[in-house]
């Protein structure tokens, strides 16, 4: 049964036009379980970690313009969660994200959103968060901020 209403909300939300997402490998790194910002390995590059009891290892990175890369792992109920940009007024974009492995495993994920602002002197924020499967709220919300 939860397999079956798994796969209505995945086809629900292809349905509804959502950006397409890809998942890669990536080494897992311990971390603790609170909302901020990880020091990065000093041989690794210097993108800034983020982290909350659901994601881990979060990265961000400007690929150019308005396109940003997403990688990081989530320990995630049927390997599926979501994300949304906004702007503090309104959601500008969002989808949904597979990663390669469903709770209690962390699971690799990876991918792009291309976004742009709408006004100029809005921050964008992406959200990645998981849906409740009791009642459809977001849960374990992780908020990133992409530019100001």
């Known amino acids: 049964m939860k397999r079956i209403i798994f796969l209505l909300f995945i086809l629900i939300i292809s349905c509804n036009e959502k950006e397409s997402v890809f ?13 901020q910002p990880q020091k990065s390995d000093p041989s690794s590059t210097n993108l ?3 982290k909350n009891d659901r994601f881990r290892n ?15 792992e989530g320990q995630i109920f049927e390997a599926s969660f979501n994300w949304t940009v906004e702007d503090g007024h309104d959601e500008l974009k969002s989808g949904y994200v ?3 492995a469903g709770a209690p495993e962390w699971g690799k994920f990876d991918f792009l959103v291309d976004v742009a602002k709408d006004r100029e002197n ?13 009642d459809g709220s977001r849960q374990h919300e992780l908020p ?5």
């Open 23 to 35: 998942v890669e490998n990536q080494e897992p790194i311990k971390t603790k379980d609170s909302i």
């Open 144 to 148: 990133i901020v992409l530019f100001k």
């Open 122 to 134: 809005s921050t964008l924020t992406l959200i990645l968060f998981e849906v409740s499967a009791k």
């Open 58 to 72: 979060v990265t961000i990175e400007k690929v150019n313009g308005n396109k940003f890369r997403v990688k990081g």
């Open 48 to 50: 800034k970690k983020y």
């Open 98 to 100: 597979m990663t390669d």
